[in-house]
């Protein structure tokens, strides 16, 4: 398994040969995943940004996900993931857009147990698509594995070794 500091450069590295461009909408990581990719040096070729949408009604105003969906399915499911990720690329113009949103613990919230988490991909020839996890562990393991996790699907979604 690699660590999340080798896949960020690996993910820097492949969105700048490709001149490429990302951003990020987050929640239960709290920006870690940007964090993650602005610690890699030369970061700034290719990451645009991203927005931590901590509150449910935050993922509306700063990402765009439709009031009527947040309503209807909460802020943890596939669809609030997709929305995500359609929402901030939309909002940036970037190439590539990864969100996560889930449960990092230690209660559950709204009837989703910590640990769940759905990631959000959309990208040049690849729709928007949500990936569930069930990780495991207290809520800094859980927002550990969510950042691997996300960097993986994006270095996978870049065909990147």
Do not use: C, N
């Amino acid at each position: 398994m690699s660590s999340p500091d080798r896949l960020a450069a690996l993910v820097v590295t492949g969105l700048t040969a490709r001149a490429q461009t990302l951003a990020t909408a987050e929640s239960l990581t709290g920006g870690l995943i940007g964090a993650a990719i602005t610690a890699v040096p030369g970061a700034s070729a290719s990451y645009l940004g991203g927005v931590v949408a901590y509150a449910t009604g935050m993922k509306h105003v700063l990402a765009g996900v439709p009031a009527d969906l947040l309503a209807d399915v909460g802020p943890v499911s596939a669809r609030t993931a997709v929305a995500l990720v359609d929402g901030i690329r939309k909002a940036t113009g970037a190439d590539w857009s990864l969100a996560a949103t889930g449960v990092a613990g230690p209660d559950p919230q709204d009837g989703h147990e910590p640990g769940e988490v759905w990631l959000g991909l959309a990208g040049p020839g690849v729709p928007a698509t949500a990936v569930r996890h069930d990780f495991t562990g207290d809520r800094r393991a859980i927002r550990e594995a969510t950042v691997l996790a996300a960097l993986q699907l994006l270095a996978t979604a870049l065909d990147l070794r």
